[in-house]
């Protein structure tokens, strides 16, 4: 059995770049759904649809964990799929997402209590950060700023480019106009790492920065340290497998982006049912 990583586009890659690097012995199954992204303006029952056809896919090339690098799948699809899909379906399975293990930590991070959240438009809609994080922490006071030019500047390979500082500064000034006191600034999109260079130029040095990919590797070497039973079942042979659902030689371009390698192994173009 493998570990399944499920994101719309690219940006789950930056997940499964710090997974490989704390669990390189297991093997892993990485699908982007890459002809139907971004999912970020679409509705909730159009996500929650893509994305149980993706763990179901997944599920059908012998993963037993699906990882939702996706903060719009996890915002939008992940509690329906596992209360109501994973009984039916696959009972003996798992899927999570990256939201909890982001804001589970956030306590360690800031003192004043006052958090940034800088995502996609979908996932400030979804308000999926504020109520996570009020369940932990209710007295903790969050800000939101969707970044809409953030996510193709990466996808365009532009994330370096003298042009992206207008964007990344321009969003980080609206968040800190929300409140000038905010100490912890959590990047609610996998595609923003690679973005981290300007947003670390931006941001006053004090506020703390929340990178997804770095919390969530540890969050699953916890999990499978809790959970024997599924971590005995994984296979370990240190392989990692590309799917796409659009061209697989453009895949393989822009994942070399994503993943910080000059080569991976190619993709394959999958279908859904």
Known sequence: MKIGVFDSGYGGLTVLKEIVKILPQYDYVYLGDNARTPYGNR?????????????KYLFSVDCK?????????????????????LPKIAPDKRVLGVIRPSVEVINKYSKSGLIGVLATSGTVASKSYVLEINKISPHYKVYQQA??????????????????????????????????????VVLACTHYPLLLTKIKKYLPKHIKIISQGKIVAPSLKDYLFRHSEIENRLSKNGVCQFLTTDIPVLFDKKAKIFMGKTKINSAKQVFFD
């Not at 509705?43 to 763990?55: G, N």
């Not at 939702?68 to 799948?73: F, G, P, R, S, V």
């Open 43 to 55: 509705s909730f029952e159009t996500v929650y649809k893509y994305t149980l056809e993706a763990v």
């Open 65 to 85: 964990l699906v990882i939702l690098a996706c903060n719009t799948a996890s915002a939008k699809a992940l509690r329906s799929i596992q209360q109501n899909d």
């Open 147 to 184: 970044c809409p030019m953030w996510v193709p500047l990466v996808e365009n390979n532009e994330h370096d480019s003298d042009g992206a500082d207008f964007f990344v500064k321009k969003c980080i000034d609206k968040l800190l106009s929300q409140d000038s006191e905010i100490d912890t």
